[in-house]
T-cell receptor
Framework: GQNIDQPTEMTATEGAIVQINCTYQTSGFNGLFWYQQHAGEAPTFLSYNVLDGLEEKGRFSSFLSRSKGYSYLLLKELQMKDSASYLCAVRDSNYQLIWGAGTKLIIKP | IAGITQAPTSQILAAGRRMTLRCTQDMRHNAMYWYRQDLGLGLRLIHYSNTAGTTGKGEVPDGYSVSRANTDDFPLTLASAVPSQTSVYFC???????????FGQGTRLTVV
């Protein structure tokens, strides 16, 4: 079966750095996505990795290792507005997105 | 403002009733999707459409049907609602199979 694993919840301090991990086992791989979802709102796109390595976009970076089935989302200089759920999703061999359950990130002052 | 619009925003529905959730996008995206999101679970694909005139079944299609008569609209119908269909439903679209998906604001459906 196909599986995406991420921690259920993480807590971090405002101004700090946090790393949210995602491991996956899917039938094929055609890219990995990270989305942010605030409570009661729709998911919004953050980043996309299809090749191994680090993609940096402002305060957010995403890393991929295809051989390890592993990705992480790195958030720097945390702000209170970063409190949200972060969803990891993988496109499988049929180009369908397989989603993790999401990691709820709590930012404390 | 370009994007995806879902209607209604929320609905309480009696079990056994028929209901259609509406989804319209103005980005001229080829692919559209319907997901349900339940607490503790990831988004689960109900049905999808890679292009107007075609549809496919996702992970949890039972009890749902869709149509794609044109590029912009992708309605989801519950033929006879059951309590287990209580969920938040998201419609999404993408330009193609390899690009990111954009989501509507969601429909919160409660079946009683």
């Amino acid at each position: 079966g196909q599986n995406i694993d991420q921690p259920t919840e993480m807590t971090a301090t405002e101004g700090a750095i946090v790393q949210i991990n995602c491991t996956y086992q899917t039938s094929g791989f055609n890219g990995l996505f990270w989305y942010q979802q605030h409570a009661g709102e729709a998911p919004t796109f953050l980043s996309y990795n299809v090749l191994d390595g680090l993609e940096e976009k402002g305060r957010f970076s995403s890393f991929l290792s295809r051989s390890k089935g592993y990705s992480y989302l790195l958030l720097k200089e945390l702000q209170m507005k970063d409190s949200a759920s972060y969803l990891c999703a993988v496109r499988d061999s049929n180009y369908q997105l397989i989603w993790g359950a999401g990691t709820k990130l709590i930012i404390k002052p | 403002i370009a994007g995806i619009t879902q209607a209604p925003t929320s609905q309480i529905l009696a079990a056994g009733r028929r209901m259609t959730l509406r989804c319209t996008q103005d980005m001229r995206h080829n692919a559209m999707y319907w997901y349900r999101q339940d607490l503790g679970l990831g988004l689960r694909l109900i049905h999808y459409s890679n292009t107007a005139g075609t549809t496919g079944k996702g992970e949890v299609p039972d009890g749902y049907s869709v149509s794609r008569a044109n590029t912009d609209d992708f309605p989801l119908t519950l033929a006879s609602a059951v309590p287990s269909q209580t969920s938040v439903y998201f419609c999404a679209s993408s330009e193609g199979a390899t690009t990111e998906a954009f989501f509507g604001q969601g429909t919160r459906l409660t079946v009683v």
